[in-house]
C-alpha cells in the first residue's frame, strides 16, 4: 500500500506545481499567442511566447482542450501531454467561418457574420504561395481571375466586372484615381505582396461603405505594422529577408525587413527588388491552335539605326516582356496609451520601363507594327497618417481617421515600325484624401458610420522625338491638357443587429456626391470640343442583409445591394484613337453606372472537418458606360491626325444581366492532409433590341483544386488552376 501510494503522491505534487504549456504552429514550430486551452478545470491563453500556465487545469486522467481560430481544435489527456513533454502542436485548418476580417466593415468582425461573400488570404499563406506579385497572389484564390497583357500586368476581374469597376484600397486608402481605365489595369502590382498581413477581397457591390467604383467588389490590401516590445521586453531588433528565384519568367527578387520595438515607438522598414527576364511559355499547345502565340520575330535596330525584324532563336520565349520593379515601405508607430495609436505609413513603387508586349507582337503589311510600346515607370509615391482609439466615448466605441496624400505617374511610349518619330504621353495624378469611421456598440445593436472626402488633380502632357536626330514635336495629350480634376464627399451610417444568437440583421445607406472638371486650353488638335468640361453628381446606396446560424454546422445568407460608379477624367475627358479610322471625343452628358444585386449563400460544416459554401448573385446592372457611334456638332465623323475618323464616345446605353455561383469545397481529411476546391462561373449579357451580347470582361468558368501536406517543418501543397472556354 505504501508502495502504491509514494507514487500517487508524487503525481500530485506534480500537479500543484507550476507547470507551463508551450502550443506550437505544427508547420513552422512558431509559439501561437492566444490559445485557449480548457479543462473542466478552468480556462487560460497563451502568451506572446505561446505559453500558459496549466497548474490549475492538469490533474490525473484530465483532456485538455485547444482551441485557436484558424486551426483545428485539439484534445490531449494529461498522461499524453506530459508524453509529450507539455508541448502542443496546433495543425492549421483549410477553412475559418470564426476568422476575422475588417474589410467588409472596416472594424473586425467575425467573417461568419458578414452576409457577403469574403475571401481572406492571411499573411502564413502569402508567406508560403510566395507568388512574385500581387496578381499572381489574387489568381492563387481560385475565386479572382486575372487578365494578363504583359508581365507587368494583372488586372482582377470580380463577377464579371474589371478595371475602374472594382475597388482597390491599401491600409484604408482608395488607390482607384481620376484616371482609371476602363480596360485592362496593372496598377495592383505596385502593391508588395511581400510585406502584406493579409488581403481581403470582398465580392459585390460594396458602395455603402467604399463608394463609387465598387461595382464588383473591393480588394483591401493591410501592410504590417510596426510592432511594439512587450511589457516583459526591452527594446527588441528583429528582421527577415528572402531571395526567390522562378524560371519561366526568370524572376530574380529580393526582400530585407527590419523591425525595431520600444514600449511606445515602433519602426518597420521593407525593401523589395525583383528583376523579371522575358517569360517563357509552354511549349505544349493543341493542334488547332497552330502557332498562336509563338513569338517568331522581334524588332530591333540594325548598326545603321534603321528596324529590322530578328529571327526568335527561342520562339517560346515572349521577348521583351521583362522589367525591374522596386518597392519601399517605412512605418512608423507611436502608441502613448493601450488605447490610442498614431501611424506614419510611406510606400513608394516605381518600376523600369515595362514592354507591352500584346501590341509588340501585331503585324502590319507583312511585317511588326510597332519597333516599340510600352509604359514608362509606374509610380506610386503613399504618405498617410492613422490615428486609432479604441477608449469608449459618448458617441463612438471606437475611431480611426486616415489622411493621406498619394502622387501617381505613368506613361505611355510607342513608335511604329519604320518611322522615326516615337510619341510619349505621360499622366501625373496627386490624389488628397481624408476618411473617418467610427463604431458604437448599443446592446444588441452595432452603428458604424464615418465621412469621407478626396480630390484627384490631373496633369497630362505629349509630345513626338524623332529617335534619328533628338528633335521634338507637340502632339495631342491624352487627357485635357489644362488639367482637370475630381472631388467628392460622402458620409455613410450602417446598423447590424443581433436578434438572436442564430439571427443578425444588418442595413446600410450612403450618400455620395462628385464633381469633375476638365479644360481644354490648346485647342489646336481639338477645335471641335468645348473649352471646359464640368460634371455634378449624387448618389444614395443602400444594402439589407441578414445571416442565420440554426446550428448543426448551417449557415444561410442573404444580401441586397446596390452599387454606384461615377465617371472618372477617364472615361469623360480624353481622345484618342481607339483603332485606325475611330475616334473617342468626350460626352458631357455622360452619367454614373448603378447595380443592383442580390446575393444567397449557403454553407455547412461538419465536426470541424468539412466545409461546403455555395453562392449565387445575379445582378441588374443599368445606365452601363459602353463606347457607341457618336454625334459631334451634329457631324458623325471629323477630321483628326490627318485622317477622317468615325465619332464615338461614352454613353449610358447600357442594360446588362449578370448571374453566377462560386463553390467551395474544404476538408480536414487527416491532422496533417486536407483538401481544397473552388469553382466559379459568370454568365453576362448586354440587353440590345437585335439581340443579347456578350458583356466585356466577363471571365469563363474557372477553379482552383489543391491538396495540402503539413507535417513538422513540412508544408507542401499540390494544385491545379483551371478554366473553361470564354463565350
Known sequence: MKKLLLPLLLLFCHFGAAQSIKVLDKTTLEPLAGVAVTSEAGETLTDAKGKADGSALLSPGAILHFNYIGYQPKSISTAQLQQQQYEVTLTQQSHGLREVIVSAGKFAQEKQFAPQQVELISRRELSFISQPTTAEVLQQTGKVLVQKSQMGGGSPIL????????????????????????????????????????????????????GSDALGGVLHFHTLQPQLATNTEGNTLSGSAFTRYASAPNEKTAHVQVNYGSRKWASLTSITVSDFGNQRQGGNRSDKYG?????????????????????????????????????????????????????????LSTSTDVPRYDRLTEFSGGQLKYAAWYYGPQERLLASYTIASTAPKVLYDEVRAVAAVQRLEESRHNRRFGKDWLSHQTEQVWVYSI????????????????????????????????????????????????????HSAAAYLTHTWDVQPWLVLSQGLRYSYVGLDATFDDKTYFPFLQNEVQQ???????????????????????????????????????????????????????????????ELSASKSIAERLHLEVVGYRTWYRDAITVQNFNLNGNDSILYEGEMSRVTANVNAGKALLYGY????????????????????????????????????????????????????????????YNGKNH
Do not use: C
Open 291 to 347: 502557332e498562336l502565340g509563338i513569338r517568331n520575330y522581334y524588332a530591333a535596330k540594325t548598326a545603321a539605326g534603321q528596324d529590322t525584324m530578328l529571327l526568335n532563336p527561342e520562339p517560346n520565349v515572349q521577348r521583351p516582356t521583362g522589367y525591374t520593379q522596386y518597392d519601399l515601405l517605412q512605418k512608423l508607430r507611436y502608441q502613448p496609451s493601450e488605447h490610442l495609436s498614431h501611424t506614419l505609413n510611406l510606400q
Open 435 to 486: 476618411n473617418t469611421d467610427f463604431t458604437k456598440k448599443l446592446n444588441m445593436h452595432r452603428l458604424q458610420y464615418g465621412l469621407e472626402t478626396s480630390y484627384n488633380g490631373v496633369q497630362s502632357e505629349a509630345d513626338e522625338e524623332n529617335v534619328t536626330n533628338g528633335a521634338r514635336r507637340q502632339q495631342s495629350s491624352r487627357y485635357p491638357d489644362g488639367g482637370s480634376s475630381m
Open 159 to 210: 463577377r464579371g466586372f474589371e478595371a475602374n469597376k472594382v475597388l482597390l484600397v491599401v491600409d484604408g486608402v482608395r488607390m482607384n484615381n481620376a484616371i482609371y481605365r476602363g480596360g485592362h489595369l496593372q496598377n495592383v502590382i505596385s502593391l508588395d505582396n511581400s510585406i502584406l498581413e493579409r488581403a481581403e477581397v470582398i465580392f459585390g457591390p460594396s458602395s455603402v461603405i467604399y
Open 662 to 721: 462560386s463553390t467551395t469545397l474544404q476538408a480536414d481529411i487527416t491532422d496533417y492532409l486536407s483538401l481544397s476546391s473552388s469553382l466559379n462561373y459568370t454568365y453576362g449579357r448586354v440587353k440590345q433590341k437585335e439581340g443579347d451580347i456578350p458583356l466585356d470582361h466577363v471571365p469563363p468558368l474557372f477553379g482552383r483544386t489543391s491538396i495540402n501536406l503539413q507535417l513538422k517543418r513540412l508544408r507542401a501543397e499540390f494544385f491545379i488552376l
Open 536 to 598: 455634378r453628381h449624387h448618389a444614395l446606396s443602400g444594402n439589407v442583409g441578414a445571416v442565420i446560424l440554426p446550428g448543426n454546422g448551417w449557415r444561410f445568407a442573404i444580401l441586397g445591394s446596390t452599387g454606384f460608379r461615377a465617371p472618372n477624367v477617364d472615361d469623360l475627358s480624353k481622345v484618342f484613337d481607339s483603332s485606325p479610322g475611330n475616334v473617342i471625343v468626350p460626352n458631357p452628358a455622360l452619367g454614373p453606372e448603378y447595380t443592383y444585386n442580390l
